[in-house]
């Protein structure tokens, strides 16, 4: 093959892999395992990570409805597809709130280092923000920078939230009208640090911070 013809393949191929992607949320979890493998063999290792996101997004609408079992299930998705320890602690929290005393949520919290303590459970590093905050890397963005330095801001999306500040000590969930509204909070030790304020309309399929104290 000359040349030309082995970049318009290569381009062709790379086109093939971008669609599937965007498709990723009708796969079966086997066809999303496939997919996620063609793209580390082409050395696109972002694009598995989107393909995983988008896969888990389409679940987590499914799965909301399941309860308590459904946000476990949800957990462990999170853990095994992108070892997300924040982000599966941030769902086993939300079961805990439905079902303080399940102690398949319990035990998950504790292999993920969380710890009760005095009634609360604590994340395992309580103040991600210090002492070793992450350099600016280039072309850095101003919500970036934020998520960076740890400091939450409205329009956050409960993925960005996590990466901001992680897991929240203790979180509580409101449904109504066609939303839910869970307030995250953070603490350290006994002095409440944030409290944020995440809006979710699972119709629209959007979330995003709201408000932060």
Request: hydrophobic residues 35%; aromatic residues 4%.
């Amino acid at each position: 093959m000359i040349p030309e013809q082995h970049a318009q393949a290569e381009k062709h191929r790379d086109a093939e892999l971008a669609f599937l992607v965007k498709t990723a949320a009708t796969l079966t979890r086997n066809q999303l395992g496939d997919l996620v493998q063609r793209c580390k063999d082409r050395k696109q290792e972002s694009l598995g990570s989107e393909a995983i996101t988008r896969w888990l997004t389409r679940r987590e609408q499914s799965l909301r409805k399941d309860g308590v079992t459904g946000l476990i299930q949800l957990s462990d998705e999170r853990l095994a597809l992108l070892q997300d320890r924040p982000g599966a602690g941030a769902l086993l929290l939300e079961a805990l709130q439905v079902a303080p005393k399940n102690e398949d949520v319990i035990e998950r919290l504790k292999k993920l280092g969380y710890q009760e303590v005095n009634g609360q459970w604590v994340a395992p590093q309580a103040n991600p923000a210090a002492p070793n905050v992450p350099l600016p890397v280039a072309n850095e963005t101003e919500l970036e920078r934020f998520i960076r330095l740890g400091v939450p801001k409205i329009g956050m999306t409960p993925a960005q939230l996590l990466k901001c500040l992680g897991s929240p000590q203790s979180l509580t969930r409101v449904a109504s009208s066609g939303r839910v509204t869970e307030t995250w909070t953070y603490r350290d030790g006994a002095t409440v640090r944030y409290t944020v304020t995440v809006d979710r309309r699972p119709s629209r399929g959007t979330a995003e911070v709201v408000s932060v104290q």
